[in-house]
């Protein structure tokens, strides 16, 4: 059989050992067969030039129409309305880390745009409103056209051939989801872009394993503790790259952990600390970032953000809550509005029914509700409780503090506040909230409730707008609460008001929206600087809420889909439609990429199982040589795909096709070693039967390629190809469509592409 010539790369004797048993290590350096051949200059040549080919081919695909459609894409309503607020230094709140949005942002400070526009609408023009959009998508299509020769360098420094490393290009170079989502104003291109950067560096540093502490080793352990931090500053579920290299430093600790190894504990714990303060790196940008750098003052100006804290918001610039906050004091009108559900305490003359529909009988009280529109309604007069103020001798008209006791009184009814031990009409287990006239003071303890600023304490001021407030029922001890279940039509279909027994629960919390009659407009921004609060408050409190609203983010939306069905396709994202031309972009992936690389992954799990069977009846089915590579490089490659897809089952809220992405090209990095390991591998070592030997000699591998491997792998590219061009004309928006085309590039019946039908 005709034979090919591997390219191995220039390799050093570490390097010679990457994927040899772990075995008599201690006299690696005497036995000269364990030493690659170096390349041929003519080798590294042939391989520069596949490199620029590829990468040409890669720009091509990503770049090719960029400028079309002239209008807002999909969520790029949201990232580039965010590159604007950043050149415009006004503050917002979004659940992803910043490092991609400054990055779009320089890129549009770059070309001059002063962040004008604020991507309200999909479909709004970019042409008219003078955006320059096509520069803007050149920073994403740059980062996503450099996958492709990453992915192709991964796979020669992880050893294998370059015939193997084209077939990894080959797939990530014609996937048309990684097209669509790679050349719009997005993240994913950078999050994908330093995941990548992330396992090629590693794969670097992991060669110089055997010689910690030496000049390419700490450069590598730097560049992958960098790579990873700006993973985890795109998007949270950069997490997922640190869990997986995380894995793969705990297992070659391990390793390195065996006697065998020569290493002394003192070497171990210096390697050990060393690693991790690298790969602490990983969160140093998201730490200056997430803040939005106010080291650098980013984001200074107002309105501020309904997410955050009023303390955070006063910190800004301009913040309405530096001109409308006020302090509270005892006399004022004020209207109470409920933090979650943004309803005003409301109360008007209609009474409680005598029965419920369950047949429980209520106190017919003089209903209190939670009303979401302005009216006279929503007006209480805050009163002191005399006998319960902190000092006796407070002026009528003081401040009202954390602590103190209030008497809330409804103008238009001349009724007051309050709760009792009567079952609320919508939740037995709460209390119900009613009123009593105002001059009925035999029930006066129960219309007594203390102001609980959020984090506030005994000197902290009640203030309007800035302060978060619990008005906790003196005498029963429960929260005033609301939710968003409405009540009979008795109600007038008003939201629930009642007492909730937990009064710890942050849903409790309301504040003051306005002090009736006082005139805000009389303060001024120079009369009240902003607030400064500590970095570190900031900061933390900015996680926390990434992380919740994350998480919260449950909302059903027409195009989500469930995680069990990316691998094969069974639901695609329409990102943009135009009727006038019959054109649309829809995310879809390249079927045959995607499917083969999950039958990569299936064949990979077989391979595996009939392995580990055939160890345990005494055979060795696999060569010394194939089976350390098969579990060491494509092993990795799978457990890199099952870190970054696994979780998401774990996921409460709305998924989309392309959350698969970055678990995506990992499946391509598994198709391409077992691809290797079929047609190059399995041919230079045959599969065989041999007893097991415990301490099996050792082997190379062959650095010698089949010429079967060179056609299968064309007919494989060549076909992806192929498909590649039959989806193109929804991967870039070509206009035109008929039914017919349409009808044919619907491949599963489950795709809802557009035009489908006259």
Known sequence: MAEIRQRVGKKSDTEAEEFLPQTNLENKTKDESLKYEPPQPEEDEYSNVILIVITGLSFITRLWRISNPSEVVFDEVHFGKFASFYLKRTYFFDVHPPLAKLMLA??????????????????????????????????????????????????????????????????????????????????????????????????????????????????????????????????????????????????????????????????????????????????????????????????????????????????????????????????????????????????????????????????????????????????????????????????????????????????????????????????????????????????????????????????????????????????????????????????FKQQEVNGNKNNVEKSNLWYVDEIVGKNVTEVGESKKPPKEIPFIYKFFELQRLMIAHNSGLTKSHPYASSPINWPFLVRGISFWTKNDSRSQIYLIGNPLTWWLSIGAISVFIGIIGAEIISRRRGMAPLHPPVRNRFYNSAGFFVMAWLLHYGPFFLMGRSLFLHHYLPALLCSYLVAAAMFNFMFVDSVNYPVSYPPLVKKPARQVLHALVPWTSYPVAGLLIGATAVAFWFFAPITYGTPGLSVEEVKSITWLDTWDLHFAVK
């Not at 020569?262 to 940008?285: A, R, W």
């Not at 009216?375 to 209480?380: A, I, K, Q, R, T």
């Not at 506030?456 to 279940?485: C, P």
């Open 106 to 491: 320089a890129m549009g400070w770059f070309l001059g745009y002063d962040g004008h526009f604020e991507f309200d609408n999909i479909g709004d023009d970019y042409i008219k409103n003078n955006v320059p959009y096509v520069g803007l998508r050149l920073l994403p299509a740059t980062l996503g056209a450099l996958l492709v020769p990453l992915t192709y360098l991964i796979l020669i420094e992880s050893g294998y051939p370059v015939i193997t490393a084209c077939f990894a290009a080959g797939l990530v170079l014609f996937d048309n989801a990684l097209i669509t989502q790679t050349r719009l104003i997005l993240l994913d291109a950078m999050l994908l872009f330093f995941m990548m950067c992330t396992l090629y560096s590693y794969i670097k540093f992991y060669k110089f394993r055997l010689s910690p502490f030496s000049t390419d080793w700490w450069l590598w352990l730097t560049i992958t503790g960098v790579s990873l931090g700006s993973t985890m500053s795109v998007k949270l579920v950069g997490v997922f790259t640190v869990f997986t290299i995380g894995f793969a430093v705990m297992s070659d600790l391990w390793e390195l952990l065996d006697i065998r190894r020569g290493l002394t504990m003192v070497c171990m714990g210096q390697y050990h600390v060393t690693n991790k303060l690298s790969h602490d790196i990983n969160f140093e940008p998201n730490k200056i970032n997430s803040n939005n750098l106010e080291a650098t003052s980013l984001l200074v100006r107002g309105p501020g953000d309904a997410f955050m804290s009023p303390e955070f918001q006063l910190t800004l610039k301009g913040n309405s809550l530096n001109l409308e906050s006020h302090e509270i004091r005892f006399g004022d009108t004020i209207t109470l509005k409920h933090k979650d559900t943004s309803v005003f305490l409301h109360s008007h003359s209609e009474k409680y029914p005598l029965r419920y529909e369950d047949g429980r009988i209520s106190s017919q009280g003089q209903q209190v509700t939670g009303y979401p529109h302005k009216d006279s309604n929503n007006h209480w007069i805050v009163k002191p409780a005399i006998p319960f103020l902190n000092s006796a001798d407070r002026p009528s008209n003081d401040t009202i503090k954390h602590g103190d006791h209030i008497r809330l009184e409804h103008i238009n009814t001349r009724t007051y506040l309050l709760t009792h031990d009567v079952a609320s009409p919508l939740m037995p287990t709460n209390q119900e909230f009613t009123t009593i006239p105002a001059d009925n003071d035999s029930r006066y303890n129960e219309t007594v409730f203390e102001v609980l600023i959020e984090k506030g304490e005994s000197n902290t001021v009640w203030k309007s707008k800035a302060s978060y407030t619990r008005l906790l029922h003196f005498d029963t001890k429960v929260a005033l609460w609301t939710h968003k279940e409405a009540l009979p039509q008795w109600a």
